[in-house]
């Protein structure tokens, strides 16, 4: 006995779904270019290792400071971030100082938003001073900023 398919069914049949990667590429070279330029293997698809992972933290910082930061960036040449970042490797020098300074800071909120990339190991520092003090990220990296310029608070 034969089965009888609906118009619809014989359509979902004849739907051709588009394949994606390494299968779908070999299968085109093979269909339309000949078995000859099918390559022997597939490509290596391991991703690369990771150079620089960076964490992106979101900072808010009073419109002066933000506005100080970039000017002096682009006075010096540089980026906003490039000079928190070497304002937070220098403050965490001292780590004691800079937990102390951010009790000051700490809970406020407010201010203009913008993000910053920091390597991994110094985000990983800063939160667990931020755990070890009882203040937070944001307050650690304002104090930073304002021990490297005091004239931008």
Known sequence: MTEEHSPAEAARAAVIRPLNGAAATTRAAG??????????????????????EAMRTTLHLPPATRTGLKRRALDLDTTMGDLIRAAINTALEMPAVLAA?????????????????????????????????DTSLQALVMAAILQAHPDLA
């Open 101 to 133: 300074a951010s009790m000051a800071r700490r809970g406020l909120s407010g201010g203009v938003r913008t993000t910053l990339d920091l390597p991994r190991p110094v985000h990983r520092t800063l939160k667990r001073l931020a755990a070890d003090e």
């Open 31 to 52: 269909t339309f270019q000949g078995q000859d330029a099918v390559p022997a293997a597939p490509p290596d698809l391991t991703p690369s290792p990771t150079v620089y």
